[in-house]
């Protein structure tokens, strides 16, 4: 779909990068505090945490191996164990 700023992404297009290759540092990482944990943003996927401790190991994780973590994460809907 076109509009006047240009071409609109279609529905269908996967909001994660589909192949190790892809690069998800184009993905931007927005922490939201609640009063009863955290919303963690990245690209167009939000977790929640009910905890600090937990939300940094997750985000930790992610910055480690980015590609691991968005394979499983496309693959099982499960984010890794970080306890």
């Not at 480690?64 to 306890?83: F, I, S, T």
Request: with cysteine; aromatic share 10%; hydrophobic share 35%.
């Amino acid at each position: 779909m076109n509009t006047e700023y240009g071409a609109m992404p279609s529905l269908a297009e996967p909001c994660v990068p589909q192949s190790p290759t892809e690069n998800f540092a184009q993905y931007e990482i927005i922490i939201r505090p609640l009063n009863s944990g955290y919303v963690v943003g990245v690209g167009c996927q939000s977790f929640a945490f009910e905890n600090k401790e937990r939300m940094m190991k997750m985000v930790q994780a992610f910055l480690n191996d980015p590609q691991k973590v968005g394979a499983n994460w496309r693959k099982n809907q499960q984010l890794p164990n970080v306890e």
